[in-house]
């Protein structure tokens, strides 16, 4: 396959899906995470945010409503950063107004991802993550017939502990088997929660399901991460949780899950 | 003609959508002629056979956010067994949450199925009172993934709207997925003969949430769905050992309290988290019923005989 066929995406070494059944587990949040964690190890990265409903990506990087501009290769994304290490695609960037509802039924949906695919000159990249939205529907179909002509290394499937999560996310790992996805492997989210008054942990959304799962299924656990407050706000105010708070317990379980992935992307 | 009929290719647009007959997908379909010339377009029938099915349906409200995660499902079904609470009302609950059905395993009707007779399909009853519906009962195992483009769910929606045997009906409440999307512009449509009387909208104190709720409301603004009011869920976690709070999503632009004032809508109250909550849930549980003295229990019998909700009812809803 010469590099005219893959098109945009020529340049770019690994892709990883962030794949969730469950709404609201943190695949925007983990994405973002893992994100940072890459530009720090001196990886350039892109990520892809194919939540058409409700892009969080923009606000969790900080990067506002820059227009998008087109190149002779195509869109150019938003850089998050001066030094361009870390690249954004999102319908984010798209709206005037963002608080306006993006009201689309699935073929136009499907439609603006394959251009998002295909047309965005994502240039020389380690790793382009794609964030999606919760299910297993048009966005998930859409991105991975776009990106068949590019090798997809697989997914990271995020989960909370409890059994309402890991429910759907069942039927995620069943979309990756029927889809060839392979599983890179399952982080559970919003593990526990430590009182910043007594230090006592309190298992908020129940425990352990993420690891079950894992065991259940036959994939790998990349890891727990707590609910951390500090790690929600620094999201909020679009800030950078890895720079700002290293000596955290959630910081040393995103670096872990980080470098099992990359382990496994260069197996 | 169904959205997407038997025959049709696998990037059918849906018979009603713009594109059908137009799309590079229907070369070759044998129905692309019809949809070309917008026969198929006309408005569907089924709109009128809702509106008829639904007219032993008093009330018909949507549990709604822009948001995943926040809590829909579990507002949807303590919402359900609050008001089923009243052995005099008929409760009905449908979830339209295609790919990612909760509410079976909330509602402890996990491996229920369900069985057709003359009248239609009969949905699962939890309580004598409270029947629910769900794609939950129609897949097999736990592991079945719901792989369908927005044609196909929007198909499902219709059946369980017009194929449901839900009988006399006090309040038919519907659960949705996250987004503003195929499942949220089907139920509007087919639900346009019969009804809607508002939605009641969720969301979390923090913004990465609330950004996402108000496109939701500005949704529910296009569509002419009166919005009941915002409920702010997950709002604080007291420390069962130190009692002392703690905000895990920060309402760093004001939370729903400033979002609601901004936007006019009533704040129908505010559901701390409580770590019994998901353990109630994940056992199907109500936790109204199972640990009533917590805080989030106690916040959820405010919402109801306080709030707007209580308009749709003459007594006390619980």
């Known amino acids: 396959m010469d590099s005219s066929e893959k098109g945009s995406l020529a340049q770019v070494k690994h892709v990883v899906l962030v794949l969730s059944g469950k709404g609201g587990v943190g695949k925007s949040t983990i994405t973002t995470e893992l994100a940072l964690a890459l530009v720090h190890a001196g990886k350039k990265v892109g990520i892809l945010d194919v939540d058409l409903c409700g892009p969080s990506i923009p606000r969790m990087l900080s990067v506002g409503k820059p227009e998008v501009h087109q190149c002779d290769a195509g869109w150019v994304p938003v850089y998050a950063d001066p030094q361009q290490k870390l690249a954004i695609m999102s319908i984010g960037f798209l709206l005037e107004d963002s608080d306006e509802a993006v009201i689309w039924r699935g073929p136009k949906k499907t439609a603006l991802i394959g251009q998002f695919v295909s047309d965005v000159a994502w240039g020389e990249l380690d790793i382009l993550l794609v964030d999606t939205p919760p299910g297993t529907s048009d966005e998930h179909l859409a991105v991975l017939e776009n990106l068949r002509k590019h090798r997809v290394d697989g997914a990271v499937l995020v989960t909370t502990p409890q059994a309402v999560s890991t429910g759907d996310v069942r039927r995620e790992i069943t979309f990756c088997k029927k889809t060839a996805v392979k599983i890179l492997g399952i982080v559970e989210n919003m593990s526990g929660f430590v009182c910043p008054h007594c230090s006592e942990c309190s298992n908020v959304f129940s425990k352990g399901g993420g690891e079950e799962l894992a065991k259940l299924t036959g994939s790998v656990f990349l890891g727990s991460v707590p609910l951390d407050p500090l790690l929600t706000a620094t999201l909020e105010e679009g800030r950078d949780f890895l720079q700002a708070f290293p000596e955290s317990s959630t910081y040393t379980a995103i670096s872990q899950i980080v470098n099992t992935v990359l382990s496994s992307l260069d197996a | ?318």
């Not at chain 2, 008001?83 to 509602?107: Q, R, T, W």
């Not at chain 2, 483009?149 to 499902?156: A, S």
Request: glycine share 8%; proline share 8%; hydrophobic share 35%.
């Open chain 2, 1 to 318: 003609m169904a959205d997407v009929p038997n025959d049709a290719p696998e990037h059918c647009p849906g018979t009603s959508s713009d594109q059908a007959g137009k799309s590079s997908a229907c070369q070759g379909c044998p129905n692309q002629n019809i949809c070309a010339s917008g026969a198929a377009k006309a408005p569907d029938p089924a709109i009128e056979e809702i509106r008829q099915k639904l007219t032993s349906v008093k009330h018909k409200i949507l549990v709604l956010s822009g948001k995943g995660g926040v809590g829909k499902s579990t507002f949807s079904a303590h919402l359900s067994h609050a008001l089923a609470s009243d052995d005099s009302k008929e409760i009905a609950l449908l979830d339209v949450d295609i790919c990612g059905p909760s509410i079976p395993k909330i509602m402890g009707l996990e491996g229920e199925q369900v069985h057709q007779s003359g009248s239609g399909w009969s949905p699962v009853y939890v309580e004598d009172n409270l029947a629910v519906m769900s794609i939950g009962f129609l897949l097999s195992s736990p592991d079945d993934a719901v792989i369908w483009r927005g044609p196909k769910k929007n198909g499902m929606i219709k059946q369980f709207l017009r194929d449901v045997d839900w009988g006399e009906v006090d309040y038919l409440i519907v659960d949705t997925p996250p987004g503003t999307s195929d499942e949220h512009l089907s139920i509007v449509q087919y639900l346009s003969g019969a009804g809607i009387d508002g939605a009641v909208i969720i969301t979390t104190p923090q913004e990465v949430s609330l950004q996402d709720v108000r496109k939701e409301i500005r949704f529910c603004k296009k569509v002419k769905i009166p919005v009941i009011g915002v409920i702010e869920n997950m709002s604080g976690f007291v420390c069962p050992k130190c009692k002392n709070t703690s905000q895990i999503f920060p309402p760093t632009t004001g939370g729903a309290q400033r979002m609601c004032e901004e936007l006019n809508l009533p704040l129908l109250g505010r559901v701390p988290l409580d770590p019994r909550i998901g353990r109630s849930c994940d056992e199907g549980r109500s936790f109204l019923t199972e640990v009533p003295d917590s805080p989030a229990a106690v916040a959820y019998q405010n919402i109801f005989p306080n709030s707007k909700l209580s308009h749709y009812s003459k007594n006390s809803l619980c």
